[in-house]
């Protein structure tokens, strides 16, 4: 069973970046799609981006599209997302999983880690 890590959330202007991570236990990291997903207070987990195992292919939600960037340092069993130009929309604890399924599919997520903060002040 891997185990995901994230870090990097904290609190920023509207306008503002941040970097999160997502540092994976055990041997197995290069060979899964990884993706990040958020969920806001009262809402669902709602899917941000995804990459592929090789890294190759990016998938993004179309309200990050421009502003988010996925990637993944297989080397360091790492996942990355680099988040610019944050909205207070952007306000949610974001987690980040393993699949085996669909990309932008929760359910065929079968490991996440324990969320980090993110809150955009406007």
């Known amino acids: 069973q891997v185990q995901l890590v994230e870090s990097g959330g904290g609190l920023v202007q509207a306008g503002g970046s941040l970097r999160l991570s997502c540092a994976a236990s055990?041997?197995?990291?290069?060979?899964?799609?990884m993706g990040w997903f958020r969920q806001a207070p009262g809402a669902g987990r709602e899917f941000v981006a995804a990459i592929s195992w090789s890294g190759s292919s990016t998938y993004y939600a179309d309200f990050v599209k421009g502003r988010f960037t996925i990637s993944r340092d297989n080397a360091k069993n790492t996942m990355y997302l680099q988040m610019n130009d944050l909205k207070p929309e952007d306000t949610a604890v974001y987690y980040c999983g393993r699949t085996t399924g669909s990309y932008s599919d929760y359910w065929g997520y079968e490991s996440w880690g324990q969320g980090t903060q993110v809150t955009v002040s406007s």
């Open positions: 055990g041997r197995t990291f290069s060979s899964y799609a």
